[in-house]
């Protein structure tokens, strides 16, 4: 009978980082490389989608202090996520973005989020099943 190392961590968040945590699991198990700058606009445009792209450029960089500075680097963020299929454009309006819904990013109610994560020694660092 083989053993399980078993570790339970129970944590009360606010809603944010509960957002924000769902999105950066997704992409450290897809090996997707985003900044907190990237991760944090992800997070807003979640609670936000569907939203006119001009419109959450201006939203993500209102405040100097905010995600972004610029819009452009709103846009630019943008683009790098839908490249790497976490933002996709509306099919009848291309100026409507969200984030993909595979990525299943739940934003709405009290949210209680039951991952199982399993290393069992037998896979090299970096494979994917």
């Keep these: 009978m083989a053993l399980v190392n078993q570790v339970q961590k129970r944590v009360k968040m606010p809603k944010w980082d509960v957002v924000k945590f769902q999105i950066l699991t997704h992409c450290y198990i897809n090996r997707i490389t985003v900044s907190e700058s ?7 445009l979640s609670f936000n989608q569907p939203i ?3 419109h959450f450029c201006y939203d993500a960089s209102t405040d100097e202090d ?3 500075k610029t819009p452009q680097t ?3 963020c943008i ?3 839908e490249k790497s299929k976490l933002v996709v454009k509306d099919s009848n309006n291309k100026k409507i973005i969200k984030l993909n819904p595979d990525l299943q990013i739940q934003t709405e109610g009290t949210i209680l989020l ?3 994560f399993l290393g069992d020694g037998t896979q090299e660092a970096g494979e994917n099943n």
Excluded at 38 to 44: A, E, I, Q, R, S
């Design 79 to 81: 683009n790098k996520a």
């Design 66 to 68: 905010w995600i972004f």
């Design 38 to 44: 990237d991760l944090n606009c992800l997070t807003l």
């Design 74 to 76: 709103v846009r630019n």
């Design 52 to 54: 006119e792209l001009t």
């Design 114 to 116: 039951d991952y199982k």
